[in-house]
């Protein structure tokens, strides 16, 4: 059975700290995709990043950065010198090739001015 | 990327009745989803619906009471029937990316429901 796990339920930081959201995933499988979404009080999904269960290179993107661990099941999200606009809830999800999402029960990120 | 609009974006509605959300794609997908999101909750599949044929539905979910069509390769409904407060949640509609398999998966802004 596939689960997503995101231990933090809800973290607090002030402008401009680095914060790293974490994320551990089970499954059977060897073929797998992680993705990142970001949900805004708005309440839409954004999408951020997908990474296949092959590629375990670290990816950075601005001040996003996110650490695949396969010997740690872990797929940690790092955000640099966080803003007020990266406040939202982050869920982690796994999917295996040709079967449904399975989300974490998101991580509630307040950055304070 | 795929556009996604839902139609409507909020309603409120009485306890036995039944609202039916609409889901535009901008472009043609085979694969469309439905997710609720109860409150502070996280998102959880409904049902996969492939034009066609009748829609898959995950545990806990029945056809009777959520009720999906998929007439053609860009557009999906979902009905919920003979509401009840627990009803009241986030519904989004979501698609795979361009890039076929499993890509991306884009989400519609989701229909907020509040069941009185």
């Known amino acids: 059975a596939q689960k997503v796990t995101q231990a933090q339920t809800e973290i607090s930081v002030v402008e401009k700290e680095d914060v790293t959201l974490d994320c551990v995933y089970e499954t059977r499988d060897t073929t797998y995709y992680l993705f990142w979404y970001k949900q805004p009080p708005s309440g839409e999904l954004v999408f951020l990043i997908r990474r296949n269960s092959f590629d375990e290179q670290n990816e950075i993107s601005g001040r996003y950065s996110w650490n695949f661990q396969k010997s740690t099941s872990s797929f940690n999200f790092t955000i640099t010198a966080s803003q007020v606009v990266d406040s939202a809830v982050y869920f982690c999800?796994?999917?295996?090739?040709?079967?449904?999402?399975?989300f974490g029960p998101g991580t509630r990120l307040s950055v304070l001015p | 990327s795929a556009v996604i609009s839902q139609k409507p974006s909020r309603d409120i509605c009485q306890r036995g009745t039944s609202l039916t959300i609409q889901c535009q794609v901008d472009s043609q997908v085979t694969m469309m989803f439905w997710y609720r999101q109860q409150p502070g909750q996280s998102l959880t599949l409904i049902a996969t619906?492939?034009?066609?044929?009748?829609?898959?539905?995950e545990s806990g979910f029945v056809i009777d009471k959520f009720p999906i069509s998929r007439p053609n390769l860009t557009f999906s409904t979902l009905t919920v029937s003979n509401m009840s407060p627990e009803d009241s949640s986030i519904y989004l509609c979501?698609?795979?990316?361009?890039?076929?398999?499993?890509?991306?998966?884009?989400f519609g802004p989701g229909t907020r429901l509040t069941v009185l």
């Open positions: 999800a796994l999917v295996n090739y040709g079967q449904n999402f399975v």
């Open positions: 979501s698609v795979e990316g361009t890039g076929g398999g499993t890509d991306t998966q884009y």
């Open positions: 619906a492939n034009q066609g044929s009748e829609a898959t539905y």
